[in-house]
Every structure is written in C-alpha cells, then in structure tokens.
C-alpha cells in the first residue's frame, strides 16, 4: 500500500521567515495530494491540495509544489505569523483507491514572535 | 448547515468493555472513514467506507469493526477495549465520485483504563 513520510517532524521558525515541510509518498498512482492543518485540540482542515497534473499551486501565503517523478511535494508557507502554529499533515490518495488518505506522520510548527 | 459530528467526545472504559464511537454526516457523502491519531503515528485508518452495506479493513483494523447501515451513519466499535486502544478518534467523510476533499469531525478523546 501507499506509503507517506514528512519531513521534518518538528519546526521552529521566527515571525516573518518561511516555511517549508515536505512529503515522500511511494505509489506512483497517487494522483491527489491535500495539506491538512490542525490546531490543538481541533479537528484536521484542509488547506490546500494540488492534484497530478499540476506543478504547482498557491493561495495567498502557502504553496504547494509537487515532483512526480522524484515523488514528493512540499508545502511552503511564507511571511509566517504566530496562528500559523499548528501540525500540519500531508497526505496522498489515487482515485483507484477510492480516494482513501494515507497521512505522514504530521509537522509541529512553532511560529516565535 | 451541513456538518460531520461525533459523539461521545470523550469517553473512559475499561479494559476487556465493548464501546462504540458514532459518527454522523449530514452532507449525504458516499465515502466515510475512521482514522486514529497517536504521537508520533499521525493518522492511521482503521475502517472505511464507500456506501450503504459496504465496509473495509484499513491499516490499523484488528480489534474494531464498523457497519454502514444507511449513508449518513458510519459506528466505530471495539469488540473488547485495550490498553493499546487509548487515542483520539476521528471520523471523516467525502463526497466520493471523484470528489477528495475529506471533512473531519471533531475527534473522540477515548482512554481504555
């Protein structure tokens, strides 16, 4: 079965500095790719995914890049703030799995005033 | 609104007990899904589904099981609780079709004593 990894575990940065958590997963039939954010005590929100046939994606501060052929991708978030603080959880599913998620095993950001 | 809701959210039992975990969707989604979240671990599956009387095993699945009844209900029960059982649940669902974006519920804090 599909299989994530994420990188790194935990995550320390200053106000104001980016940002960047990445994913390996091992399916090469994987064809979606959400960021899930979750802040203590509440349940994952999706907030950004990028599907196979793009490159690319961004919303505002946070960006989404994907490799196919090396198979990762990386979430960037820019000009972080302190409610950025949170785990973030990458995943990866294909539409022949029935669009099942199979999670890394999660980022703990810490956004330093 | 629409909304994904879970109940107990937190729950004490004892070893060797039956409990049951209920999840309930009102957006009318095909897919449900029950994920565990541990330290370190990140979201497991334990159980999904893709509709009416249809169940799966996920990768975390002995000791539990489910039954989709109807679309809108998806129970999680552990046949006889353990000590390894202790961890947050989270129930979620997505339209299916392919549809991807999954919607969590609020999580059940479950300890086994």
């Known amino acids: 079965g599909e299989n994530v990894e994420q990188h790194p575990s935990t995550l320390s940065v200053q106000e104001g500095d980016s940002a960047v958590i990445k994913c390996t997963y091992s399916d090469s039939a994987s064809n979606y790719f959400p960021w899930y954010k979750q802040e203590l005590g509440k349940r994952p929100q999706l907030i950004i995914d990028i599907r196979s046939n793009v490159g690319e994606k961004k919303d505002q501060r946070i960006a989404v890049t994907l490799n196919k052929t090396a198979k990762h991708f990386s979430l960037h978030i820019t000009e972080t703030q302190p409610e950025d603080s949170a785990v973030y959880f990458c995943?990866?599913?294909?539409?022949?799995?029935?669009?099942?998620?199979?999670f890394g095993g999660g980022t703990r950001v810490l956004v330093k005033p | 609104d629409a909304e994904i809701t879970q109940s107990p959210r937190h729950k004490i039992t004892e070893t060797g007990r039956q409990v049951t975990l209920a999840c309930h969707q009102t957006?009318?989604?095909?897919?449900m899904f029950w994920y565990r979240q541990d330290l370190g671990h990140g979201l497991r599956l334990i159980h999904y589904s893709y509709g009416v009387q249809d169940t799966n095993k996920g990768e975390v699945s002995d000791g539990y099981s489910v039954s989709r009844s109807n679309t809108e209900d998806l129970p999680l029960t552990l046949e006889s609780a353990a000590s390894s059982q202790t961890s947050v649940y989270f129930c979620?669902?997505?339209?299916?079709?392919?549809?991807?974006?999954?919607?969590f519920g609020q999580g059940t804090r479950l300890t086994v004593v």
């Open positions: 957006w009318n989604h095909n897919n």
């Open positions: 979620a669902s997505s339209l299916g079709q392919g549809s991807t974006e999954a919607f």
């Open positions: 995943a990866a599913s294909k539409k022949a799995a029935g669009n099942k998620l199979t």
